[in-house]
């Protein structure tokens, strides 16, 4: 059991929008910054979203993240096939003192 | 461009100690502000952090694996590496490293490296 709470799976058709939401609670997402990861099969995870709402260079602005209270969500337009994959989130959680992830998102682009 | 790449032994007996190294490319390991990193992904599973080590040799460890678990850093050799002691078929995993941030977030990642617990 994951100490923060991804949706198994969500699916959206090519073109349009879909958000994952991760839920945890005041003593990580609540006060601390999320971050968000793209796995396709295969390949390491990638940075999507640092700092709650942050992209790194290259992350098309198709991404975007947000963070209310101790919930924190991924957007995403303009769905493409590539788009699918598996999404994680990520804080800081200061009472387990550790760096701990959702249970992963899997992206369905129908 | 920063780059990082894990190696090491790709199968391991239970009860003996897993040893993995990455080499840290492209950069300097003596940054401020940045940890160097071990996660794991065990087959089908999400990721777990492991560990992170500080260039000046600080360390912290993920409380569920602290009693099993050692990091430690070599700057002169742009490396950092993981052992894991009294492993079980639960420690076969994907193990990535990665550097990351004050912030928790990692980036870039290495490719990752399959250990298989099995005798």
């Known amino acids: 059991q994951s100490v923060l709470t991804q949706p198994p799976s969500v699916s959206a058709a090519p073109g349009q929008k879909v958000t994952i939401s991760c839920s945890g609670t005041?003593?990580?997402?609540?006060?601390?910054?999320v971050s968000w990861y793209q796995q396709v099969p295969g390949p390491a995870p990638k940075l999507l979203i640092y700092e709650n709402n942050k992209r790194p260079s290259g992350i098309p602005d198709r991404f975007s993240g947000s963070k209310s209270g101790t919930s924190a969500t991924l957007g995403i337009t303009g769905l493409q096939t590539g788009d699918e994959a598996d999404y994680y989130c990520?804080?800081?959680?200061?009472?387990?003192?550790?760096?701990?992830f959702g249970g992963g998102t899997r992206l369905t682009v129908l | 461009q920063l780059q990082l790449q894990e190696s090491g032994s790709g199968v391991v007996k239970p009860s003996e100690t897993l040893s993995l190294t990455c080499t840290v490319s492209?950069?300097?390991?003596?940054?401020?502000?940045?940890?160097w990193s071990w996660i794991r992904q065990p087959p089908g599973k999400g990721l777990e952090w492991i560990a992170n080590i500080y260039y000046t040799g600080s360390t912290h460890y993920n409380p569920s694996l602290k009693s099993r678990v050692s990091i430690s850093v070599d700057t002169s050799k742009s490396q950092f590496s993981l052992r894991l002691s009294s492993v079980t078929a639960a420690d076969t995993a994907v193990y990535y490293c990665?550097?990351?941030?004050?912030?928790?977030?990692?980036?870039?990642w290495g490719q990752g490296t399959l250990v298989t617990v099995s005798s």
């Open positions: 990520g804080t800081w959680d200061s009472s387990l003192s550790a760096v701990v």
């Open positions: 990665a550097r990351r941030s004050y912030t928790a977030s990692f980036f870039p």
């Open positions: 005041t003593s990580n997402i609540g006060n601390n910054y």
């Open positions: 492209g950069g300097s390991m003596n940054i401020s502000f940045y940890y």
